[in-house]
């Protein structure tokens, strides 16, 4: 029989030094990788939110032009108005009734699109859109508000503060 002399005798593994030198590293990876994926995330919210504001603005322009120049509820302040003028079919007078029953419309499918940053789907009614405060805790009765509405001049932003990407205001976008 041969015996294993001291060097032969070593166990195959990782010695301490090397595992945490390997934890070290990883731990540096993260700390580079995480914010990059952070700001990602906001940048596709900012997206998304542009993206249904331009749906939304385009959609009301749409039913002015349908409608004899008239605005989606207006002269309402029931948020209840503007949802069913852009939810349900419609006539030239504005008068509202299940899709497919008026010749008009839909001009949105399902429901108003949710807020990325407040998860809302509601619409707050208001004389004034640009010197509205947004305040995302706001509610419109049933739900978080998302939007802010201004039927007389067809006006819509979100209901958010905050700053965009570029540095602009979100409630200015």
Do not use: C
Not at 6 to 21: M, S, W
Not at 48 to 64: F, M
Not at 77 to 106: H, I
Not at 123 to 130: H, R
Request: glycine residues 10%; neutral net charge.
């Amino acid at each position: 029989m041969i015996k294993a002399t001291p060097k032969q005798a070593r166990r195959a593994g990782f010695t301490l030094v090397e595992v945490l030198i390997v934890v070290v590293i990883l731990g540096i990876l993260a700390a580079t990788v995480l914010p990059q994926f952070t700001s990602t995330n906001d940048d596709a919210r900012e997206s998304v939110l542009v993206q249904d504001l331009q749906t939304l603005r385009s959609q009301i322009q749409l039913y002015k032009f349908q409608h004899q120049g008239k605005f989606p509820a207006n002269g309402s302040t029931d948020p209840n108005d503007f949802r069913d003028a852009l939810l349900l079919s419609s006539d030239k007078n504005g008068t509202t009734g299940a899709v497919g029953t008026k010749p008009l419309g839909p001009y949105l499918i399902g429901s108003l699109p949710p807020n990325p940053y407040t998860g809302g789907r509601g619409v707050m009614i208001v004389a004034d859109v640009p010197g509205t405060t947004p305040d995302e805790t706001a509610k419109d009765g049933t739900e978080i508000v998302g939007w802010i509405y201004n039927p007389a001049t067809g006006e819509i932003k979100g209901n958010n503060s905050g700053n965009a990407a570029n540095g602009s205001k979100l409630e200015a976008l």
